[in-house]
Structures are given as structure tokens and as C-alpha cells.
């Protein structure tokens, strides 16, 4: 299939992801593509302005663990308040369905300005999601 005139292209392979360096508002069309040998993609959310992908990577971090320890077991609870980023934070804005190596297929997207984090949870051999790999990009939509 040919490319779409005026689309822009997201790569993804393993444990990153390739967002242009300018990114338009309004609708647009995204060509996803899957240059990886593992299954990826793509969920994208809105997150506050100043959202680095250490933040990101703490919130995932922080689901994933697990229920924290209680405090009669001798673990000091985390405040929420004081671990940055939360889950009220990010905004749903896009996802994928998955795709295998060498895949691509067209989305309509509408991004407005703003700051946008792009994750994928697929998991790796060793089952270890790709978020907790490193796979996180955070951008920004001027």
C-alpha cells in the first residue's frame, strides 16, 4: 500500500519508539510500522506538562509491583501525593491493536497541544512487559 501524502510515520521496534521531532495538531494520519522481531503497540496518553519518561516509568513501576507491604510487616508506605505522577493524571487518547514483525497499518489520530506519553505493554520472551524495558517516549505537541 502507498503512503498517505502528508502522514507521519512511528516506528517501533524493540524497547523504543522513533515520533517525529514536530508533530501537527488536529486530525492527522499516522503510519504505525513494526520494525521489530518482537509483537508491539502502541498506547498513547495525555500527561502533564513536564512529564519526563522516569515519571512514567515510576507510575508503571509502581502498578506493577505489586500491593505495597504494610507497615506492621516493617515496610515504610510510599505517599502517593510524593511519588509524582498518578493514574488521575493520564488522559486515554489512542491505542493500537498489536503487530507482529515487519507490520504497519494507517490510524487516524487527533492530537491536540499538549504532552503525550507512547508505551507498549506487549511483553517480551522472558515476560517481562516492554514498558519495563525502557519501551516509553514522551513528547510534546506544540
Partial sequence: MEDVPGGVEIVMAEMYFEVPDT????????????????????????????????????????????????????????????AGLSFEDVEDVFYTLLFSEGQANWYEVDVQPGTYAMLCFMPDPSGTPHVMLGMIEVFTVE
Avoid: C, M, R, Y
Wanted: cysteine-free; glycine content about 10%; overall charge negative.
Fill in 23 to 82: 508533530l501537527a495538531t488536529g486530525p492527522q494520519i499516522w503510519k504505525i510500522v513494526n520494525n521489530g522481531q518482537q509483537v508491539h503497540h502502541v498506547v498513547l496518553a495525555g500527561v502533564p506538562d513536564g512529564t519526563t519518561e522516569d515519571d512514567v516509568q515510576a507510575l508503571v513501576e509502581s502498578e506493577f509491583a505489586g500491593p505495597p507491604a504494610s507497615p506492621e510487616a516493617g515496610a515504610t508506605p510510599v505517599d502517593v501525593a510524593e
